[in-house]
DNA sequence: CTGCGTTATGTTAATTTGTGAATAACGATA
DNA sequence: TATCGTTATTCACAAATTAACATAACGCAG
């Protein structure tokens, strides 16, 4: 390991971003993710959303595009009832965060390896 | 390669972007390393952000803004003179567009794998 | 049937971002 | 000195995105 190959101290670094896209329409990226896990966390769209500093129309219009974008819909929303409603996660979202979070995983280590080998 | 491993005929792929960083100051990217390819084809600064659908105002200050975050200047922006003024790419930004091609190439590679192994 | 808290949706305001026009500065060349 | 095409910079306007507010719809509980 010497400084030809690696270059920790550089001011310059490797960034970027990955998300998963549905014929040219996004599909789900960060924040849908995170959204989705609040939501499972909380039964609630709107908890879920404040709870994310997120407008609760941005929040719903977000789980709308997923829902629609999918076969099943991740996000099942009720309204009315006993708690004025309740937000329910589905099997299909499950396996939706599994394969972001697979690819997020995969894509830190690649973020990390290039700023390694940025020779700047 | 089965269909349990590879998922090339999924509705859904992986997309991404990446970039170089400069203590949280954006460097580079896609459009900026092309820019800067224009100009060494152009020697001009206008004829570049014209060719490129960019505005002038936009393509000087990505140069600019390129030229104060690295150490030397990237481009050499000079006016007046024979045809009214030359833009002279250094070599320093040759190492860079070296650089961010590097990682451009092995960043194609890796969202192309992810999305064949993508499991929705 | 009333109250409650949530989902659903529209409207408007505010903020950010981008565009285009206009014009000054510049320096070799003729 | 006048011309030329480019760089440099400002200003006003447009477009797009985002935030904020308001309010209707819903259905269970009491």
Known sequence: ??????????????EGRVWINSENCSF???GK??????IKEL????KAAAE????YR???QNINKM?????KPLVILNRGGKNG??????????????????LKTAFDIFIKQQSEILNL
């Open 1 to 14: 390991m010497t400084d030809k190959e690696t270059n920790t101290n550089s001011k310059f670094n490797v």
């Open 28 to 30: 789900t990226g960060q």
């Open 33 to 38: 993710i995170e959204l989705i896990e609040k």
């Open 43 to 46: 039964g609630s769209l709107r």
């Open 52 to 55: 994310m500093k997120m407008s």
């Open 58 to 60: 941005q929040a719903w």
């Open 67 to 71: 829902n629609n974008l999918s076969e």
């Open 85 to 102: 409603g309740i937000a329910i996660v589905t099997e299909e979202a499950d396996n939706v965060i599994v394969a972001y979070n697979k």
